[in-house]
């Protein structure tokens, strides 16, 4: 068998503090003791380093892509320029050949309360090559900047490189991983497990991210991003500072979005949607809040918790053509993203994702589904593979129970609330929960070919290096054998 590129996926979260304390053993799996401690949140000011407007007139800020296409052989890029729209091109070109090409975007602006936008654009380029490095570069003159990414392997190929990353890296914001929520330990991503009374902010959740050794290829981000929405007037100066502080990052990996409750504003112009373009039409979507791709040897299904997803809705419609579409030959690996966990043991969000895991459970089952990433909650957890889809309303069989054809599920929201709720867990541990930790990190999907993936998860106060939870992922179509048993504690 010809080897694989790893691909990886790189979850991250927020931190806050944490104390060390003994883990203890439940009913279900474990539950660490490690509790991150509740500090008090500061907002990076907007004055920080990270938020600095890049130098010069008008020059290309915010800049951020995704994949554009189903496949990989595109890419969206999206910027914004502040004082007028300038250039809509992106020049871009092979790392090892002078001959450049361009592409032409769109711009546009929108008014939310009393905020007016930037000119935001966005510029799909396509027909790449795989497995290539590109250089890009936005911006006319003196202001041009430059930027590069790198395409995966075919979809065919059996040495695709995937990497998702899934995480909650990203919860940049506020108080996820972001820019308001600190809570890191120096000391402790110095290695040290000393005095964890100083927080520092999410910046380091991002650095911690960086310089995890295994690279993430693409960054899994399950909601929440700016949270724009919990300053006054939703007071969207907020997305532009979020965007500049995660662009050392987003402007040279695809970050592959999935709307949070903060994503949503509840008005129908969302900002989210203006600032953050993906590409829902190729997976025959009708909305950008529900979509699919293909990445490397991985098909990743992003659903919308608080979208209607009930039957006959279009996100149901969607998902229900969408399962039979994976082909486990050229995709082995299934993966889905959404924010509100279905399988949660903490009582903060608890039976939140209930009612969208009674509609769609028995297709993850059907389908057999590798794993499940969510966020929203703000801390860890990982599930055993169970199901819970017997029951109907006359037959009292309601208990989740161990299937192997049931995809694992993970929770790694992250953090900054200052309510500290996610200390609070439902006790005795549930069977279902094989793992959970008050506290954040970023995680890794490594896949390494058809049959394994290696999962580990990096809580933020330890050095890059620590894996508090990690496991060996089998394939649930091509390796289907019970690997509850391959956690390494
Ligand atoms: C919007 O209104 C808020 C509250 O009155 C104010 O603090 C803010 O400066 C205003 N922003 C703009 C761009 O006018
Ligand atoms: C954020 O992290 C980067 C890289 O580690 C560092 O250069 C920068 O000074 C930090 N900014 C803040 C506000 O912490
Ligand atoms: C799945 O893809 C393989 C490889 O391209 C192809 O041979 C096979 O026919 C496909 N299966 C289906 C059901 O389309
Ligand atoms: C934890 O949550 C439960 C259920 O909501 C609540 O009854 C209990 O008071 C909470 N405990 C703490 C310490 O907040
Ligand atoms: C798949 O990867 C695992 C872990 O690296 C390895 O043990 C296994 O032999 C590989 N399988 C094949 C068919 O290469």
């Given amino acids: ?137 936005l911006g006319v003159g003196n202001t041009m900047r430059q930027f590069w990414f790198r395409t995966l392997l075919k979809l065919d190929q059996m040495f695709l490189i995937l990497l998702v990353s899934s995480v909650n890296y990203m919860n940049l914001n506020l108080c996820e ?66 965007g500049r502080f995660v662009e050392r990052s987003t402007a040279y990996q695809p970050w592959i979005w999935t709307a949070g409750n903060h994503e949503i504003d509840f008005v129908p112009e969302i900002p989210f949607t203006r600032r953050y373009h993906v590409p829902y039409k190729a997976s025959g979507s009708t909305a950008p809040l529900w979509y699919s791709i293909k990445r490397a040897s991985a098909y990743i299904i992003v659903l919308s918790s608080y979208s209607a997803y009930g039957k006959y809705t279009p996100q149901y419609k969607w998902l229900e053509q969408e399962f039979p579409k994976v082909n486990r030959t050229v995709t082995p690996w299934l993966i889905v993203l959404m924010h509100s966990p279905w399988y949660n043991s903490y009582n903060y969000h608890f039976m939140e994702g209930e009612t969208m895991r009674v509609m769609y459970e028995p297709w993850f089952v059907k389908y057999k589904v590798d794993v499940v990433y969510a966020g929203h909650v703000h801390a860890y957890e990982r599930s055993e593979r169970v199901s819970n889809i017997a029951y109907n309303v006359v037959n009292g069989i309601c208990t989740p129970i161990s299937d192997q054809s049931a995809p694992v599920y993970i929770t790694i929201g992250d953090g900054g609330n200052l309510e500290g709720l996610a200390t609070n867990m439902t006790e005795p541990q549930p069977k279902y929960s094989a793992y959970r930790e008050a506290s954040f990190g970023h995680a890794m999907f490594d896949i390494k070919n058809r049959t394994h993936a290696y999962y580990s998860w990096h809580r933020n106060q330890d050095g890059y290096a620590v894996t508090a939870d990690s496991l060996w992922f089998f394939n649930r179509y091509w390796n289907p054998v019970d690997d509850s048993t391959t956690a390494v504690s």
């Fill in 177 to 242: 991983f972001n820019y308001n929520s600190y809570c890191i330990s120096y000391e402790a991503l110095n290695g040290k497990h000393g005095d964890l009374g100083q927080s520092y902010d999410s910046n380091l959740t991002l650095t911690h991210y960086e310089n995890n050794p295994t690279k993430g290829q693409t960054v899994l981000f399950v909601g929440d991003l700016s949270y724009a929405d919990n300053y006054p007037f939703h007071d969207n100066v907020r997305w532009d500072t979020w």
């Fill in 1 to 137: 068998m010809r080897s694989w590129g790893s691909f990886v996926v790189v979850v991250v979260v927020t931190v806050l503090c944490l104390i060390l304390n003994e883990a203890n053993v439940c009913n279900g799996g474990s539950t660490s003791s490690f509790v991150r401690k509740v500090e008090k949140t500061i907002d990076m000011p907007l004055d920080s380093d990270v938020f600095r407007v890049p130098s010069g007139y008008n020059a290309p800020q915010q800049v951020h892509i995704t994949q554009g296409d189903l496949v990989g052989k595109a890419v969206i890029v999206s910027w914004v320029t502040q004082d007028e729209p300038g250039s809509n091109t992106v020049l871009y070109w092979k790392a090892n050949d002078k001959q450049k090409s361009s592409a032409e975007g769109k711009v546009l602006t929108y008014k939310f309360y009393n905020y007016t936008s930037g000119y935001i654009h966005h510029c799909t380029i396509k027909d790449l090559v795989f497995n290539t490095k590109y250089y890009y570069a």
